[in-house]
């Protein structure tokens, strides 16, 4: 027996029940707000405008939900429309206020939120709206409008972060967190904090509460990757941001840039032309980090362009404005620019926020640093070393820092554990190493170093400093040797004056028993390479001196 295809015949309670069950499954507006679900909502609110059933409310709430999908253009322009209707609801103008502050257009967020009645959200609005526009006194104003309420206390932490008073910040959310454990983002926000103010393993442990319940959350995996970069190492970092990777969907565009942008610094600056560029406008870090890459390539232009027409807000910026322009006036010899810098690292490092951070007090070391007063420098430099012990640049810094007050032991024990060798083929270091050599009398150290260089201006500068440095040490016979080479590459009355000073030196201590015996030889050769009538009767004095003493110089 064959089973029928044709529809058996509906009767009238079958049809009833058939509209019963279309209308129970037919999802509400409120299901989907209460879920959260806003992109459902928008669905559902988009069906029902074609189908012409579109309202005022409608369009608000279609606003509501694409605020809400950070889809701040559309909200907008929806807002713009229903502000130019007799029958707008006053509040749209704070709605529209909140569209154009997330999209950056302050004033006119500022213009709108002040047509709008006064309320606990455009007063919130108004208060952010300050901070961006650095107006302390509405600031105060607004802040006392504050009531004791979650919102407002949300309100409130989030300038607390954004002033850099992240413990103010995380008191507040502590005390709303006690009465509401259910709030498990807040734990994100404090563990944010904590990693500003440098305790990443407390932030970890934080983070740990929110992850656990939702482990896919971007913002929190960013924040976990980013610890562990601050822990241990990019690699390690790279791990965490996989997990990322593996979960962001495609059309999670923020995260994409995020870890893009993210995995720049994880691997030491790999791509950064290539990625961090276009994300300048996107994420706030990705031009910080774009200056940074310049700096490390030594292109102190490219950085300076970056930063130049900059308004610093953050501890990060004004630290980025004082070494950008440190840098430019040390290349360019501009006291002007070292004077900027100079005031931007007493500002950060004297304010209370950092004052007593790693960054605040490397701040600090930099001002000192510039106005050369190293004793001073060496204060800040001495409370932080032991987090900076394998770390270059501090080594680099700290080295010079000693080497300045004399402590040249110290400076060449620290100038010694640097590895990077664009470092190590500085001048600078070559010089300060050079020196601290001799000043511990380890002149055939300094010579080597000048034998590894190529010839250059660097190369011929260093001879100088060795043959100065050692001369006045008293270590004549390298004294002598680098005058010597000074002398061949550019014959000069005060090269050979101070090789003839060097090389009766030589012969002194020779004669006193402190320089061997073996050395007379390589002194006269050097004398005879002098055309000069004072060599002969230098060189004569020198051999009588060794027959009568049976040291052979042939």
């Known amino acids: 027996m064959l089973l029928s295809r044709n529809k058996p015949a509906a009767g009238p309670n079958a049809v009833q029940a058939a509209k019963e069950k279309e209308s129970k499954s037919v999802p509400k507006l409120e299901d989907f707000l209460q879920a959260r679900d806003y992109t459902g909502a928008m669905t559902l609110l988009e069906f029902e405008r074609n189908s012409g059933k579109s309202s005022d409310e409608s369009s608000m ?118 009465d509401n454990r259910d709030y498990l983002a807040l734990n994100v926000y404090v563990a944010l904090c904590y990693y500003k103010l440098d305790y990443y393993d407390v932030s970890q442990e934080v983070l740990a509460v929110y992850l656990n319940h939702y482990p896919d959350s971007a913002t929190a995996l960013n924040l976990k990757a980013c610890n562990h970069f601050r822990l241990y190492n990019g690699k390690a970092a790279e791990a965490e941001l996989k997990t990322l990777q593996d979960v962001a969907s495609p059309s999670f565009i923020y995260a994409r840039d995020l870890i893009k942008h993210n995995l720049v610094v994880f691997r030491g600056g790999q791509g950064a032309l290539q990625v961090l560029p276009p994300l300048v406008d996107v994420i706030p870090e990705a031009r910080l980090n774009l200056v940074i890459y310049h700096l490390k390539q030594d292109d102190i232009n490219g950085a300076n362009h970056l930063m130049k027409d900059l308004d610093p807000a953050t501890p990060q910026e004004y630290i980025l404005k004082g070494v950008v322009n440190a840098s430019v006036g040390y290349e360019q010899g501009s006291k002007d620019h070292l004077k900027i810098a100079q005031q931007y690292f007493q500002l950060v490092g004297g304010s209370a926020s950092e004052c007593d951070t790693i960054p605040g007090r490397q701040c600090m070391a930099s001002c000192f640093y510039i106005l050369k007063q190293y004793h001073d420098v060496l204060i800040y430099l001495d409370s932080i070393k032991s987090y900076f012990y394998n770390d270059d640049t501090f080594n680099f810094n700290y080295g010079q820092a000693k080497a300045a007050i ?149």
């Open 61 to 178: 709430w279609l606003a509501y939900c694409a605020f809400h999908l950070a889809d701040y253009k559309q909200s907008m322009e929806i807002y713009e429309k229903l502000t130019k209707k007799d029958s707008c609801h006053p509040d749209v103008w704070t709605y529209l206020g909140c569209c154009y502050f997330m999209l950056g257009m302050y004033t006119d967020a500022e213009k709108a939120s002040l047509r709008a009645p006064k309320g606990p959200l455009q007063n919130r609005l108004l208060f952010h709206l300050s901070h961006k526009f650095s107006d302390e006194k509405k600031l105060m104003g607004y802040h006392s409008n504050l009531k004791d309420v979650i919102e407002d206390q949300l309100s409130l932490a989030s300038i607390h972060y954004l002033r850099s008073h992240y413990q103010e910040a995380i008191d507040i959310y502590k005390r709303i967190l006690l």
């Open 406 to 554: 004399g402590k040249y032991k110290e400076a060449e024990e620290a100038f010694q554990l640097i590895q990077n060798e664009r470092i190590k083929s500085d001048y600078i270091y070559l010089s300060w190493l050079a020196r601290c050599f001799i000043m511990n009398k380890k002149p055939r150290l300094a010579w080597e170093l000048y034998l590894k260089m190529e010839t250059s201006g660097d190369s011929f500068s260093l001879l100088q400093l060795i043959s100065n440095d050692c001369y006045r040490m008293g270590l004549f016979y390298y004294a002598a040797k680098a005058f010597d080479v000074l002398e061949r590459l550019e014959p000069n009355p005060e090269y050979w004056e101070g090789k003839r000073g060097a090389c009766v030196g030589v012969f002194q201590m020779i004669i006193a028993g402190h320089d061997p015996k073996e050395t007379l030889p390589d002194i006269i050769r050097m004398l005879h390479s002098t055309a000069n009538p004072q060599v002969e009767y230098i060189v004569r004095t020198m051999k009588k001196w060794a027959k009568e003493n049976r040291v052979p110089i042939q």
